[in-house]
């Protein structure tokens, strides 16, 4: 069983910078695709960013290319999305999700495991 936990939400200015973690019990990511989502209030869910854990190799939408940077941290089981010039229409709960596998897995049925989601605001 894979439990995940997010961390790092909260309110900022638009313009500024916030990093999200999303860490792991219960096993390791080993193998796992890692992805980042968010829902906005009256919105559905939407696909912000993923890394395949094995590779590093990363996926943005193109919303957020340029200014979020998704990473991992091996020895702490971790994956990290570092925020930069946040804007108003960043604001959403952002969700964790994780599941077995190396595809380009965009949609949120695609993923099996998910955190409770930390809010992220961003202020005008």
């Known amino acids: 069983q894979v439990q995940l936990v997010e961390s790092g939400g909260g309110l900022v200015q638009a313009g500024n910078s916030l990093r999200l973690s999303c860490t792991t019990s219960?096993?390791?990511?080993?193998?796992?695709?890692v992805a980042w989502f968010r829902q906005a209030p009256g919105k559905e869910r939407e696909f912000v960013a993923r890394?395949?854990?094995?590779?590093?190799?990363?996926y943005y939408t193109d919303s957020v290319k340029g200014r979020f940077t998704i990473s991992r941290d091996n020895a702490k089981n971790t994956v990290y999305l570092q925020m930069n010039s946040l804007k108003p229409e960043d604001t959403a709960v952002y969700y964790c999700?994780?599941?077995?596998?190396?595809?380009?897995?965009?949609?949120?049925?695609?993923?099996?495991?998910w955190g409770q989601g930390t809010q992220v605001t961003v202020s005008s």
């Open positions: 999700a994780a599941r077995y596998g190396r595809g380009n897995y965009l949609r949120s049925d695609d993923y099996n495991y």
């Open positions: 890394i395949f854990w094995t590779g590093g190799i990363t």
């Open positions: 219960g096993r390791t990511f080993s193998s796992f695709v």
